[in-house]
Each structure stands twice: as C-alpha cells, then as structure tokens.
Nanobody
Framework: QVQLVESEGGLVQPGGSLRLSCAASGRIVSIDVMRWYRQAPGKQRELVASITSGSSTNYADFVKGRFTISRDNAKNTVYLQMNSLKPEDTAVYYC???????????????WGQGTQVTVSS
C-alpha cells in the first residue's frame, strides 16, 4: 500500500512564503514524475508544477518565477517552495506521483490528501 503524506499548509500574508512537502511511503520500486496540483473553491483542479525523475521541471505560467519544485529521491519526497504568495494562490494543494510498486504491474498515479493554503492579510 502506497501513501502520500503532505505537510500542513497554513495561513500566510500576501508576499509571504511557504514550503510544502509530500512524502511517498510503502512498497515503492520506482518513482517517475512528481507533481503539485491545486484546487480553489468553485474551480477545477489545475497543475501547478511537475518534476521528472531526472529533475526536469515545468511550471504553470501563473507561478513561474515564484514557486520552485524539487525532489529528494532518497526520501521519496517532493517539495514546493512558494514565494511572493498572492491571495489568488489560496487553494487546496495536492501532490500527485506516478510510481511503480511492481515492475510487472507498470505505473500508477497516487494522490496526497491535500493541504489548505490560505493567503490573506
């Protein structure tokens, strides 16, 4: 059984910073791409950033230059450093990981439980 456990989000003032983490545990053979999504109230879930096993990164335009995604392969953990936060960044943030628990069974996607980030003065 695979679990993705996210760190707590929180309340941050505009212009502030917050770092999220998401650790994968369980019977994991290999981890491919790791992603962060977010979902604001009344809106669809959207991709924020992704990082491949080779550490190539990709960002949504609305976070470029402000957010940084990174990973620690030894810890099966992905991070999202969020700087210069804006009220419109308020959302539930979810990590998503494509990984394999058995080479004979291929790849599957797993989701974290979600963590609330609120940007407000």
């Amino acid at each position: 059984q695979v679990q993705l456990v996210e760190s707590e989000g929180g309340l941050v003032q505009p212009g502030g910073s917050l770092r999220l983490s998401c650790a994968a545990s369980g019977r994991i053979v290999s981890i491919d791409v790791m992603r962060w999504y977010r979902q604001a109230p009344g809106k669809q879930r959207e991709l924020v950033a992704s990082i491949t096993s080779g550490s190539s990164t990709n960002y949504a335009d609305f976070v470029k230059g402000r957010f940084t995604i990174s990973r620690d392969n030894a810890k099966n953990t992905v991070y999202l450093q969020m700087n210069s936060l804006k009220p419109e960044d308020t959302a539930v943030y979810y990590c998503n990981t494509r990984l394999s628990t058995d080479w004979n069974k291929g790849w599957n996607n797993y989701w974290g439980q979600g963590t609330q980030v609120t940007v407000s003065s």
